[in-house]
């Protein structure tokens, strides 16, 4: 079993030390080799800028060449798609106002109702600017699968794009993301696939999925704040961003608006480094045994509901619920009022929710540092609400 709780200085020395933190799916603890290698980089004088004749500048450019290779590693993708920024939300929507330059009335995008609205609204917005359709996937509410069928019902030869969530940042559910691929390319449509949820559980593999934008935020994998998103180096050299003239004209550099946030970097770099090295297969069997333990005592109380599927089967380890007779809040601040910290809203998966009737649940993820005994507490809580 995994013992990693030491290197979260957020957990175990903090102002929130004995808090047990359900709240990553909205952000991570950030890891102590992480910290650190921010701090290193900003007393090392090696902050420039890039492309400069002096070897801090050098230190730059060679820093974001290096993150690049290490999340080509964690990826299994080609380092030159990656594009760092402010967050998945911000590069989404620099890439679909590319994309609609291109696009026209006739055109359409299928984006998912299980989505994240970041995977959506860009979509929903560049829909009105130029006249594109855009359709919603259903996902089945019984079971909260999306099946590939709900994505290539919708294909036709004039899809352009389509958008899907490799899992849902509410209820843990991971389409089959290869598949929707490969049946999208096969329709001529290009994919963007909305990782954020699904990088921090599994090992990803960019070369295997085969879709052609990818994108993460290292907040949900023990790093700092920021966005990281992957796009296919033909299509990163095709598509026309809109970009400051003196910036790149090929490459990643055409995405990245303004400086790169070098001290973000660093950490990327870090953070990933720690993921490889504990290893997605061992996280994902750690947290599965966690997150069993979660399940099997969330379902053994009859007032709880869990929103999708109750079983281990193709999931992050997170999930919704409400409990009978009170309100997603007031469940919440129960929760927090015994150091237990859990989401209650949305979590802007607005179509997922609408989906299942409901306006509000309380989520739960497991992280690295949530164990058994986190999981108890947060079991035994909602057993005496
Ligand atoms: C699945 C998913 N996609 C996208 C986002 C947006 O990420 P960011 O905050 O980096 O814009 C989130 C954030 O919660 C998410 O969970």
Not at 117 to 142: K, M, Q, R, Y
Not at 151 to 170: D, F, Q
Not at 331 to 351: K, P
Request: one cysteine or more; aromatic letters at 8%; hydrophobic letters at 45%.
């Amino acid at each position: 079993m995994l013992d990693l709780r030491n290197r979260f200085p957020g957990v175990v020395e903090g102002v929130y030390q004995g808090w047990a933190r359900f709240d990553g799916p909205a952000g991570t603890q950030v890891v102590d080799a992480a910290i650190e290698a921010s701090g290193n980089w900003q007393r090392s004088g090696r902050n420039a800028n890039s492309h400069g004749a002096f070897p801090a500048a050098d230190d730059c450019d060679q820093l974001v060449d290096r993150v690049s290779a290490t999340m080509g590693r964690l990826l299994h993708a080609d380092p030159y798609g990656f594009v760092f920024g402010p967050s998945t939300t911000a590069n989404v929507f620099s890439l679909t106002r590319a994309i609609a330059r291109d696009l026209g009335p006739g055109d359409e995008i299928i984006c998912t109702r299980l989505d994240h609205d970041s995977n959506v609204a860009p979509w929903l917005l560049i829909g009105e600017d130029t006249g594109a359709t855009v359709h919603l996937a259903p996902f089945d509410v019984a079971t909260g699968r999306l099946p590939v069928d709900s994505i290539t019902g919708l294909l036709s030869e004039r899809t352009r794009w389509v958008a899907v969530t490799g899992a849902s940042n509410a209820i843990g559910t991971k389409p089959d993301i290869a598949a929707i691929t490969k049946a999208a390319h096969d329709a001529g449509a290009k994919v963007v696939v909305d990782g954020v949820h699904l990088t921090p559980h599994t090992t990803v593999d960019l070369g295997a999925i085969g879709c052609d934008v990818y994108s993460t935020s290292s907040y949900k994998w023990y790093g700092p704040h920021a966005g990281i998103t992957w796009i296919e180096p033909g299509l990163l050299d095709r598509l026309r961003p809109y970009k400051v003239r003196p910036a790149d004209d090929t490459g990643a550099g055409r995405f990245m608006l303004g400086t790169p946030a070098y001290e973000q970097l660093v950490a990327i770099e870090a953070a990933a480094e720690f993921l490889m090295s504990v290893g997605m297969a061992s996280i994902h069997e750690y947290e599965r045994a966690v997150f069993a333990h979660l399940l099997d005592g969330l379902r053994a109380d009859e007032r709880v509901t869990i929103y999708g599927p109750t079983n281990l089967d193709d999931r992050a380890p997170t999930l919704a619920f409400n409990v009978e007779g009170h309100t997603a809040a007031e469940v919440a601040t129960a929760l927090a009022a015994r150091q237990i910290a859990v989401w209650d809203g949305n979590y802007y998966a607005v179509e997922a929710m609408a989906s299942f009737g409901i306006d509000a649940a309380v989520r739960a993820g497991i992280a690295l540092y949530v164990d058994r005994t986190d999981v108890d507490r947060l079991i035994d809580a909602v057993h005496r609400l």
